[in-house]
């Protein structure tokens, strides 16, 4: 179900893609072989806190814990690569750093389009996207 909310305050993100990329049938299948997955009732009262949070208009980073993504572990078994390219954005001080998708893209949020530059310049790869969030022009 797709619902309209506001646009979150203004953020910013450093990505990190993954080169390579995964299948998501791979992700989902080794997902279901190490047991990932949540309930629908979990899944649902998570819906409701998010939907809270977000429908605020603030920033995910104020609601950093309600983010997460299912996949991760699964990706990172299929690609272990994955975790040095989120533990690079968390060395950089990202406050909150994830997986997009199935990956194996790493995202890192930050507050200000200039800590995510200074980010992305620690982090010293070539391939690092700095992007302003939170508002389209």
Not at 7 to 29: E, K, N, Q, R
Not at 71 to 97: K, M, N
Not at 106 to 118: D, H, M, N, R
């Amino acid at each position: 179900r797709v619902e309209r909310l506001p646009a979150p305050a203004s953020h910013a993100a450093v990505l990190l893609p993954g080169g390579g990329g995964l299948s998501t049938a791979d992700v989902f299948a080794e997902a279901d072989r190490l047991g990932l997955g949540r309930g629908a009732e979990e899944l649902d009262e998570l819906a409701g806190r998010l939907r809270k949070a977000a429908g605020s208009g603030a920033s995910p980073l104020d609601y950093a814990g309600l983010l997460a993504n299912d996949l991760e572990p699964a990706a990172r078994s299929l690609r272990p690569d994955i975790g040095a390219a989120l533990d690079a954005l968390r060395e950089a001080g990202t406050p909150l750093a994830f997986l997009t998708g199935s990956g194996p893209t790493a995202v890192g949020l930050f507050p200000t389009i200039g800590g995510a530059k200074s980010a992305a310049t620690r982090v010293g790869r070539d391939d690092a996207i700095v992007c302003a969030a939170g508002s389209a022009p």
